[in-house]
């Protein structure tokens, strides 16, 4: 069955930086375009980033020039460079599949806790 396994998240100061991974299995991950979405306490779902299958990537404005996001398709890997960490990049990150308007977005993770604080 589809999993995505997020790690990479805990605590930092602000203007530092983390790098998230997600282990996906059960479908042809090369094939499917991917997101990283985030949920701050208290707030409805984000969405942060996305690659598709071709490699072209798409970021929030928020994270814009900030977050990176990558994928390895032969080790069913995505990932999320996350430098100049603000206090408001606090939150639960989910990889999910589907793109940027939530199409397809069937399957997502657990999450990883991302918290940003002097």
């Known amino acids: 069955q589809v999993q995505l396994v997020e790690s990479g998240g805990g605590m930092v100061q602000p203007g530092g930086s983390l790098r998230l991974s997600c282990a996906a299995s059960?479908?042809?991950?090369?094939?499917?375009?991917m997101s990283w979405v985030r949920q701050a306490p208290g707030k409805g779902p984000e969405w942060v980033s996305a690659?598709?299958?071709?490699?072209?990537?798409y970021y929030a404005d928020s994270v814009k020039g900030r977050f990176t996001i990558s994928r390895d398709n032969a080790q069913n890997t995505l990932y999320l460079q996350m430098n100049s960490l603000k206090p408001e990049d606090t939150a639960l990150y989910y990889c999910?599949?589907?793109?940027?308007?939530?199409?397809?977005?069937?399957?997502w993770g657990k999450g990883t806790l991302v918290t940003v604080s002097s």
């Open positions: 690659s598709n299958t071709g490699g072209t990537t």
């Open positions: 999910a599949t589907g793109d940027y308007s939530g199409n397809g977005m069937n399957y």
């Open positions: 059960g479908f042809t991950f090369s094939l499917t375009f």
